[in-house]
């Protein structure tokens, strides 16, 4: 079972308040999806992974948290953005959930934050409230656009990350449940994550160009590989998880 708070916070933007909703506690069973999404009741939260001040529309994990200010440098600058037509209307995009929009936005502050790991995870994150939502085309464009993240972090620091530059806590769930308790190479599971966001996306011909001659240290790795090859073959881009593999 899931439990949550209702907390009042204050935005440190705009400095009004507003009621948000924590997250107490929460537990998974069953298996990940292929792209690790946990599975109930841990994925039924994602409604509370961000909190959105309805005052000024600044997105954060904590409204009330500094550190994404610090980061651009200058509260001016995030009002800036926050401010901006590309951060009001996702780029142009027309999400069926405020969730969805709230990720994307989320996505936008990380990027000017230089945060590109967790940016990513936020753009995979608003695909998976299109998934819930049936927005198919939407979640194709997250995916895609993680996608360019997940080479951007591999091109430039591949097989290298610092949990300490990824504060939040879902972040260090995913972590310690599938890198650091396992000892799975960060890299591998980057590569893994896009290998199913490319046949998620139907991009089957890069599935096989790609990854045919592939192989990870996990062998759990390579059994998911082999089984998303095998699907990229049929033409299959619908959701799996571990259990299928």
């Avoid at 996702?90 to 069926?96: E, L, M, P, Q, T």
């Avoid at 192989?215 to 082999?226: I, R, T």
């Avoid at 033409?235 to 593999?245: A, L």
């Amino acid at each position: 079972m899931s439990t949550f708070n209702d907390v009042t916070k204050t935005c440190i933007l705009c400095f009004k308040e507003s009621e948000q909703v924590e997250i107490n506690s929460t537990s998974s069973f069953g298996y990940d999806d292929l792209d690790f999404r946990p599975p109930m009741m841990a994925r039924s939260t994602i409604f509370a992974w961000l909190e959105a001040c309805p005052h000024c529309g600044y997105v954060a994990k904590d409204i009330f948290d500094p550190s994404c200010i610090q980061a651009v440098k200058h509260v001016d600058v995030m009002r800036k953005i926050v401010s901006s037509e590309s951060y009001k209307k996702c780029d142009n995009i027309n999400f069926c959930s405020d969730y969805a929009s709230n990720f994307y936005r989320h996505h936008l502050i990380l990027l000017k934050s230089d945060n590109t790991e967790e940016a990513f995870l936020a753009l995979r994150n608003a695909a998976w409230v299109c998934d819930d939502m049936g927005d198919e085309e939407n979640a194709i464009i997250c995916r895609k656009k993680a996608i360019e993240l997940i080479d951007r972090i591999t091109s430039e620091s591949f097989g290298k990350f610092d949990i300490n530059r990824c504060p939040s806590r879902i972040i260090k769930f995913l972590y310690n449940k599938c890198i650091k308790r396992k000892g799975l190479p960060y890299a591998e599971y980057l590569d893994l994550v896009r290998l199913d966001m490319l046949r998620r996306t139907g991009d089957f011909e890069r599935v096989t160009d790609e990854y045919s001659k592939k192989s990870y240290v996990s062998g759990m790795f390579n059994k998911a590989l082999k089984f998303q090859l095998e699907k990229a073959r049929l033409k299959d881009d619908s959701v799996y998880t571990f259990e299928d593999v």
